[in-house]
């Protein structure tokens, strides 16, 4: 390589290997984030997810464990939506909002509506050993799913809206925006810790690269 990489550079190379699910390269990748930035949360995460997404979980539970040995605790999720000049906040698995009970009941419709088309949840985004029931549920909980569907049921039917969330968005949420984008015909824009992601049709700006 030409140039020195950083940080930024890696986490995208890290990406990409985990979108082709290139097991070498990611972990020899994932070493080189985890030394430019030992005190970084956001490298452990990013390579345990990886190692979760292809069933490696001695490799989950290594990262896990070096996490431990380093004193890097995983910084908590949170994600951001205005509406009507009033910002609503969500973490994983929030039950604090006032309609929260709204809230999960039209993201449950919603998710049967895209495995009607052939979704199936990414439950390796879960390192909890549970069963795989739970892990959908913990994975309904995202902090991003529960601010698009409060945004969807908020907005007139077309609306363009904007997400923030203070770390990089998981796999299963990514498609799970582009889904929603093109079966509620919505604009969804998502900043995240790496990008913004604009999400139309189905399809997102990134190219499912971030």
Known sequence: ??????AKLLTAFL??????KNVELASAVGKKL????????G?????????GLVGDMEGVSNVRRLM??????KEKACTWIEISRKVHSFES???????YQKIYDHLRVLIQKMKNIGYVPDTSMVAQNVEELTKEEILLGHSEKLAIALGIMSTPPGTRFLIVKNLRVCADCHVF???ISKIEGREIVARDSSRFHDFKDGVCSCGNYW
């Open 93 to 99: 698995g929030d039950r604090s909002h006032p309609d």
């Open 15 to 20: 990406s990409s290997c985990c979108h082709h």
């Open 34 to 41: 985890l030394q430019l930035q030992p005190q970084e949360s």
């Open 43 to 51: 490298a452990y995460i990013s390579l345990s997810n990886f190692y």
């Open 177 to 179: 925006t582009g889904l």
């Open 1 to 6: 390589m030409p140039i020195k990489p950083d």
């Open 68 to 73: 431990l040995e380093r004193g890097i605790r």
